[in-house]
């Protein structure tokens, strides 16, 4: 495995740092650059790998992971321009934020306030919040100057807190961030209507939510684990003329289908606005 740096010593850097050395990384082979002093501090005594407040120190690493805010992008990259080594691959976990706008951000030469004509490597990712406990769901693009043995880096630095899946043009992202970027909020939703439902069916607010938290779960493990299709699933446990029929009924009466496409149309459609707003300047 290359040696790797982040910029940015947020929850999902730390969260990939815990992974990788799960996964067998060797701490000396990570450098974290991040601003906050007690964060360095922390960040090196929970796992033993280098820190610095200057992103640079990230350069002699072999993959650079940008892991700040997409609002900070810009400025970063600008601090790296010129500076990388060719070889260098860049994984940016921002998301909205396209490769031509972090190549072009990157590429730009702070001594002459001009664009270069360099080429960098770089994948773009969009994972999600369940990667915090290395059961997350990430899209990755690459551009094309990416090498396949970099794209084996950057899945394997993914994978290290769940699947990692690539997508084959980087627009298909929005609809990732739509699907699983998103996507938790969706079922901590489904969940809380569930749980305010069974309260007023008469259950207490503990032992609606453990049961509702339980039965997402199991739902979620038997659809993992099984070679059925959630829909093929849902049939066999919808008895005709049972309870759960009477419940499906009621949802596809309301439009359940057209509700949630509605709302991912309305994810993606956001996610390509954001593009723009963030790369405009």
């Known amino acids: 495995m290359p040696t790797i740096g982040f910029i940015g010593g947020g929850n999902m850097a730390t969260s990939l740092i815990g992974g990788l050395i799960n996964a067998g990384i060797d701490p000396a082979d990570i450098t974290v650059a991040e601003p906050d002093e007690n964060r360095r501090k922390n960040i090196s005594e929970q796992f033993s790998i280098n820190t610095s407040a200057d992103n640079s120190a990230t350069l002699q690493c072999d ?5 700040v805010k997409p609002q900070l992008l810009k400025t970063v990259c600008h601090q790296l321009d010129a500076e990388a080594g060719d070889k260098t691959l860049f994984i940016s976990i921002a998301a909205g934020v396209s490769s031509t706008d972090i190549n072009r951000w990157l590429n730009h030469d702070r001594n002459s306030d001009q664009q270069t004509s360099g080429q960098a490597a770089i994948v773009r990712c969009m994972p999600n919040t369940p990667a915090l406990l290395q059961c997350g769901a990430t899209g990755l693009f690459a551009n094309g100057a990416v090498n396949e043995e970099q794209r084996g880096q950057a899945e ?76 093929e699933l849902r049939k066999k446990v919808t008895s005709k003329g049972g309870t759960t029929e009477q419940a499906i009924l009621s949802f596809q009466a309301s439009g359940f289908q057209q509700i949630v496409s509605d709302a991912l149309n309305a994810a993606s459609e956001r996610s390509k606005s954001l593009a723009v707003e963030l790369g405009s300047e």
């Open 156 to 231: 394997q630095i993914m994978q290290a807190v769940g699947i990692a899946i690539w997508v084959d043009t980087e627009q298909q992202l929005d609809a990732v961030t739509a699907v699983s970027g998103s996507g938790p909020a969706y079922y901590f939703l489904m969940m809380e209507a569930m749980q305010k439902a069974g309260e007023e069916l008469g259950l207490s607010s503990d032992t609606a939510q453990k049961l509702v938290l339980q039965t997402a779960l199991g739902a979620a493990r038997m659809a993992i684990e099984s070679n059925d299709s959630p829909y």
């Open 63 to 67: 993959t650079v992971v940008l892991a």
